[in-house]
């Protein structure tokens, strides 16, 4: 039995290393979405930067360690069975969480997480322990650390509210003072600002970044003793460094901040969060090595051991900084967290993630009232004044190459994140990297008037949704450490191997869910095309986008006929889910329309009437195509029943006509052989007779054999809207000769 602990232990050393893989997919969102989003270096600088940063701090979290062991529960109530089991329990629950907001793409925080792991796993083993001892419930208290978890649940309180005001405020003066128009501001202003964020962000560095090593422990007498001084002396030090940089290297200054910034919140990532990947393992490994020198039993060894300080091997440090390096290059997962927080904080207009709630809408009414109230109190000059200064300028480049957001706000972003973590850092206020980082992300882009009357309850909807992440993250992590932790108490040996190929299944299928939403990510960019600018390039754009919305219709007609065959249920929801993404790639096309426009050329307008047309008949399309899924799935879904033979029969005859006519149109706009659109238009009555026919034989039918409402209710909606989807093809085939014809007509 006792070799199960030595498994157990590699099992650990293989999670922990999974946990920095998913740990730094979640957290890398906070120290690359400012550059990124500015786009102020190139991708692979900015990665460069990061990992710099990740191997320095790594080397440097040695004394941040102690949580893992000793800050949530008392090791000395436990033995060392106990401990294995709270310890599995948390590293299985870690993955599997994070993984999961990995693979949605919501920022967490991976100290919450861990914290509340350790919780949930510990209070079950302490119940355990008080219900075979037949102490009372309320001794459970002598073996968790409480205050803790109130410290957690205060931080995630204090960092929404504090981040977003504190960014907001510094965000609205820092634009008030520099404008979009930033670059062209005298030199000395950009060299006070960059003395600033740069004293700022130094100071971070040593309070938050060092913190535990033993070059902070040489200037923390300092910083004590003379904080102002230091920080008067540190602004203007940099203050002159930035003019220098500015004036006689003529860099740019933001620049330096983004970079700078970006390194600084990198290194305190590493040495502070590095614990909530290695903490646990490392943990285990050194109850493991006590309990094998004891010569006790598991069962009988308390682990008092824990709680004395024992400092890691800088070589584990070095491997597990080596992996988060790694992590950063390879990660599809960060981006698509980054993505989140991107989309959320985004100056220019775009398809929103979020749906707006009532909450949202709430709120954004009540500003626009507040707004409103408060324009009556200042001067109508001054009030012009603020507006002009918060005018961004239009950006004339491709939308894929446009930052998110400019230098200024990325700045502030770091600034300000930096600032708020070490005055909590040095005051030991539990404030989360994450909370603060994104919060402050969303403030400033509150201030800089991102959220507009377009976006607004879209963008707050997201940040509710966020939120609510946070708070599910703590509940969730609590319930399933604990539960995992209750299935290898009882379930032994059994429990860990099976809960171990849970793992692995769980993980593989959330990478395979993550690649196929990429894969649809990246047809829907394929659709937003920024280079048409002449009317050819319009016209072989709308033949593309027919051909394949044509070719996609016409599989899922015949997947619906099919499925109500055979009364196929999983086939016929493969098909609303195969719908759903058509919906979703037309109202991609016409999200895009108003950029479509104004990127083509003088001599093309014309063709602008004819693509959103081109549109409507796609949308009427699919609308078709979607009500013919939607009633047969739930048709299908309520057990009514079968459709007749004689039903079936001529549905797989209309099926038939209107597969021979659909690749007849898909070989026409495929090939761009626009002189065959005859040929296609020509069978237009041939396949409405049919549907004419048929709804006439069904007519007959009911007055004679028919005995099924529901039935003659699903046959006649499929005919019908066979019919609406016929004419709207053929509509949008007239559409495409006629403009075609015309553009010809002019060469």
Known sequence: MEQIYGIMLVALAVLAIVDLFVGVS????????????????????????????????????????????????????????????????????DILLLDFFNTIGLPTSTTVSVVFELLGAAVIMAAIKVYNSGDGIETIVNYINTSKATEIIVGILLSVVISFTVGAIVQYFSRLMLTFNFEKKAKWVGAVFGGIALASISYFIIIKGLKGTPVYKMVKPILEENISLVLLGSGVFWTIVSLIIVSVLKKNIYKIIIIVGTFALALAFAGNDLVNFIGVPIAAWQSYEAWIASGAPASGFAMSVLAEKVDTPTMLLILAGAIMVATLWLSKKSMTVLETEQNLSRQSEGAE??????ISRLLVRGSVYLGNGLSFLLPKSIHQKIDQRFEAIEY????????????????????????????ATSMKLPLSTTY??????????????????????????????????????????????????????????????????????????????????QIEKDEMKQLNREDIVTINE??????????????????????????????????????KKAVKKLEKQVDEL????????KNLDETSVEGSKFYILTLGYL????????????????????????????????????????LELFKDIETVFGSKKFDNLDKALSEKGKVLDTISDLIQKQITRIRTTENSPKNSKLYFGLLLETNDLVKATMSLLELFQEFNNHVESKK
């Open 396 to 423: 004339k480049g491709k939308r894929s190459e446009q930052p998110m957001f400019d230098m200024v706000r990325a700045s502030v972003n770091l600034v300000v994140a930096a600032v708020l973590i070490s005055v």
């Open 590 to 597: 016409k999200s895009n329309v108003y950029y479509f426009i």
């Open 619 to 658: 949308q009427d399309i699919v609308q078709s195509i979607s009500y013919i899924s939607n009633n047969a799935y739930s048709h299908i879904n309520n057990n009514h029943k079968q459709l007749k033979f004689n039903q079936l029969r001529d549905l797989k005859t209309i099926e038939l006509e209107i």
């Open 26 to 93: 979640n957290d890398a969102v906070n120290f690359l979405n400012s550059a990124i989003g500015s786009k102020s270096v190139s991708l692979r600088t900015i990665l460069i930067v990061a990992s710099i940063g990740i191997a320095v701090g790594a080397i440097f979290s040695s004394g941040m360690m102690e949580v893992a062991r000793k800050g949530i529960f008392v090791p000395g109530e436990f033995y060392f069975d106990e401990i294995m089991i709270i310890f599995m329990a948390v590293m299985i629950t």
């Open 538 to 575: 319009v016209i072989n754009e709308s033949s593309d986008q027919i051909a394949k919305i044509v070719s996609k219709t016409n599989s899922i007609y015949s997947g619906i006929v099919a499925g109500l065959s055979l009364q196929d249920l999983p086939s016929l929801k493969d098909n």
């Open 436 to 517: 603060v980082t994104f919060m402050v992300a969303m403030g400033t882009s509150f201030a800089d008037r991102a959220w507009d009357r377009e976006s607004a309850v879209y963008r707050i909807a997201g940040v509710l949704n966020v939120i609510g992440g946070w708070f599910f993250t703590a509940i969730a992590a609590f319930i399933a450490s604990a539960t995992v932790a209750y299935l290898l108490y009882i379930g032994e040996v059994y429990a860990f191997f099976g809960l171990m190929i849970l793992i692995a299944i769980l993980f593989y299928r959330s990478n395979q869910i993550h690649k196929a939403k």
């Open 353 to 358: 993630k979020y749906s707006s709630n009532t």
